[in-house]
Nanobody
Framework: QVQLVESGGGWVQAGGSLRLSCAVS????????MGWFRQAPGKEREFVAA????????RYADSVNGRFTISRDNAKKTVYLQMNSLRPEDTAVYHC????????????????WGQGTQVTVSS
C-alpha cells in the first residue's frame, strides 16, 4: 500500500512563496512518477506539475510554468513543489499523486493520492 501525506500549505499574500512537501510511504518510491494537482471550490481537479522517476524530466501546466518548480528526493521518499510569485488564482487544495506511468498529466493516470493541503493566496 502506498500512502502520501502533503504538508506546507498555508496562507500567503500575492507575490509570496510556499514550499509544499509530500512524504511517500512506498517500498520502492523511485518506481513512481509523481505529480501535483490542485482543486479549487466548485472546480475540477487540475494538473499542476509532474516529475519522472529519476527526476530528470518534468512537466508543468501553462498557468504555473516559470513560477513553480517540482523536485524529488528519492532517498527521503519525498516530492516537493516550490511555488513562487503566487497569485490569488492559485488558491486551492493541492494534492500529490503517484503513478507507474512516465510523467503523466491526467488525473486518471495516477494510482495513489494524498488528502491534500490548503493553499490560500490573498490579494
Amino acid at each position: 500500500q502506498v500512502q502520501l501525506v502533503e504538508s506546507g500549505g498555508g496562507w500567503v499574500q500575492a507575490g509570496g512563496s510556499l514550499r509544499l512537501s509530500c512524504a511517500v510511504s512506498a517500498r520502492t518510491f523511485s518506481n513512481y512518477a509523481m505529480g501535483w494537482f490542485r482543486q479549487a471550490p466548485g472546480k475540477e481537479r487540475e494538473f499542476v506539475a509532474a516529475i519522472s522517476r529519476s527526476g530528470g524530466s518534468t512537466r508543468y501546466a501553462d498557468s504555473v510554468n516559470g513560477r513553480f518548480t517540482i523536485s524529488r528526493d528519492n532517498a527521503k521518499k519525498t516530492v516537493y513543489l516550490q511555488m513562487n510569485s503566487l497569485r490569488p488564482e492559485d488558491t486551492a487544495v493541492y494534492h500529490c499523486a503517484a503513478s507507474q506511468l512516465p510523467v503523466p498529466t491526467m488525473v486518471r493516470m495516477y494510482d495513489y493520492w494524498g488528502q491534500g493541503t490548503q493553499v490560500t493566496v490573498s490579494s
